[in-house]
């Protein structure tokens, strides 16, 4: 049996039909598989069809360059990841402050802790408001605060000395 005779003969013909068929059948689940991965990646109709048409129309090739161009990450991925971070940022902002000794539950404007009576914060020494400890002025009556000395804690709500006003 000769190569020639091979060729010729009908199974040659059949080996042949089935590889184009499987040619084929493999062209049309690349496109498919470019469809669904690119619905799963990009919210816009046109980009999806633009992919699944560069897929289809460079055989072989197409999908290959859409991998290349395609969002890196899952429209569900993106999704939870800004859904999680905006949680976070909810529980950053209702965040229940506490008393650093006795880990009860004070509201923000509190001077003292009601259950170990620990300072939290101090008085404005001309309104009476609550200062943070990094404050340099009262921000609702502009007192300003006196600052700290180095390596001591800060003293709120003390006043600074004002400077008398000197003419030239």
């Known amino acids: 049996m000769t190569l020639a005779s091979f060729i010729s003969s009908g199974t040659s013909h059949a080996v042949l039909n089935g590889l184009l068929f499987f040619a084929f059948v493999l062209w049309l689940c690349l496109g498919f598989w470019a469809y669904k991965d690119a619905k799963r990646r990009m919210e816009d109709p046109l980009f999806v069809g633009l992919s699944v048409l560069v897929a289809l129309v460079i055989p072989y090739i197409g999908p290959f360059i859409y991998m290349l161009f395609r969002p890196p990450e899952y429209l569900s ?28 539950e004070v509201d923000e404007s509190y001077l003292v802790c009601p259950v170990c009576t620990t300072k939290l914060k101090q008085a404005c020494v001309s309104c009476g408001a609550p200062l943070e400890p990094i404050w340099q002025v009262c921000p609702y009556c502009e007192t300003p605060i006196e ?15 004002r400077r008398a006003a000197t003419r030239r």
């Open 77 to 104: 991925d993106v999704r939870e990841r800004e859904l999680e971070i905006k949680a976070i940022e909810d529980r950053i902002n209702a965040a229940d402050h506490r008393c650093p000794v006795c880990h009860a």
């Open 147 to 161: 600052p700290a000395e180095p390596g001591a804690p800060p003293a709120l709500g003390t006043r600074r000395p």
